[in-house]
Structures are given as C-alpha cells and as structure tokens.
T-cell receptor, first 113, second 113 residues
C-alpha cells in the first residue's frame, strides 16, 4: 500500500506570493491533518479535514487555508507569504478522525525569500 | 493553555544501552491521549507508542516502553537495547478532548556505535 505522498517536496517563493501544497493520503484514509514544523516553534497543528469538512483548526492566521476533495486528497494554501512561513509542512492521514493512528508524509520544504 | 515540555534537547548514548527521554505536560483534562513520535534524519515521522490516559498500564512496543505517571503529568519513553537505527528526533505529543494535538519541542537522540 502506498504511503502518504506530498507534492512538491521543495518550494521556493518570495514574500507576498501564495502557495498551494498537495497531500495524497493512504488509500482508504479519510482524515488528513496538516502541521508546520520550524526550528523555533517546533511542530504545530494547522488543521484537520475529514470527509471534505474541516474538523479541527489550530491557531494560525486566516492566510492559511485548506480543503479536501472527495477522493480524500487535500490541499493547503498559504496566501501573502511571509518570511516566517518558511518551514517543513507535514501532512498526515488516518483512517478516521480523532485518535486514530496518523501516518505522516515526507513533507514539503517551503522557503520564502 | 495546554503545554508539552521535553527538557532534554539532545542526548547521546552508546549502542545497546538503555535511554529514557523525559516528557511532562500540563492539562486540566482527565481523558486524553499521549504519543511518542520518531522522526529519523531525512525520513518520515512515525508513531512509536501511544498511551490512553484512562489506562493505568504502561504501553509497550517491543524495545520501547513508557512510564506514565498521570498525577505527576509525566510520560517518559524508555528505549532498551538501543540500536543505531534509533537515532532520530523524538517528539512527545498530547491530544486533548477536542482531538487537537500538541507537540513538545523534541529530543534529538544520537545512538553511538
């Protein structure tokens, strides 16, 4: 069974631009969660989608948004990029929402110049 | 606010030794989940072990075990017979009743040959 895949793996953008990251969950998984990992703040929860609905949201500004499609694939969008958005963005999928085991993807490394 | 604290930013031990990683958390909830995740260098994060707060018995997964002290809000990870492949960043995480997950800053563990 294929694991969680994230595209692109690396991305370089400039301040003010917007970016869209993609996550394909493990087949059959209906929940997708997104995390931001930085050296300073560590791992922080962004949001979770389950059956195309946002089920949970962390404490991030509205510039960070996401969506989930009927095939459970998810996208995350960051608008008006700031230098501080440079991070590794991790996606994790699970069979169901809540406390099911999460399986992580390799991440997308975003650099904002 | 709920927090997770890992007091050891970095540790090194010899191969085959036993090592314990510390984690404390702060919450007023009584029912929650605790996790240890492992993030090897340049590889995907994986779940090592999970503990449900209402279970008094400490979780065990092969060489990995936890010491869960609910009253002290402590959740340490013990790795027995450490192997070179255990070299990784280890994150302690807490999931609250709203299913939001909060991570500690991590402990970088080096297993020395």
């Amino acid at each position: 069974k294929a694991g969680v895949t994230q595209t692109p793996r690396y991305l370089i953008k400039t301040r003010g631009q917007q970016v869209t990251l993609s996550c394909s969950p493990i087949s059959g998984h209906r929940s997708v969660s997104w995390y931001q990992q930085t050296p300073g703040q560590g791992l922080q929860f962004l949001f979770e989608y389950f059956s195309e609905t946002q089920r949970n949201k962390g404490n991030f500004p509205g510039r960070f948004s996401g969506r989930q499609f009927s095939n459970s694939r998810s996208e995350m969008n960051v608008s008006t990029l700031e230098l501080g958005d440079s991070a590794l963005y991790l996606c994790a999928s699970s069979l169901t929402s809540g406390r099911a085991e999460q399986f992580f993807g390799p991440g997308t490394r975003l650099t904002v110049l | 606010a709920q927090t997770v604290t890992q007091s050891q930013p970095e540790m090194s031990v010899q191969e085959a030794e036993t090592v314990t990683l510390s984690c404390t958390y702060d919450t007023s909830e009584s029912n929650y989940y605790l996790f240890w995740y492992k993030q090897p260098p340049s590889r995907q994060m994986i779940l090592v072990i999970r503990q449900e707060a209402y279970k008094q018995q400490n979780a065990t997964e092969n060489r990995f075990s936890v010491n869960f002290q609910k009253a002290a809000k402590s959740f340490s990870l013990k790795i027995s017979d450490s192997q070179l492949g255990d070299t990784a960043m280890y994150f302690c995480a807490f999931m609250n009743r709203d299913d939001k997950i909060i991570f500690g800053k991590g402990t970088r563990l080096h297993i020395l040959p």
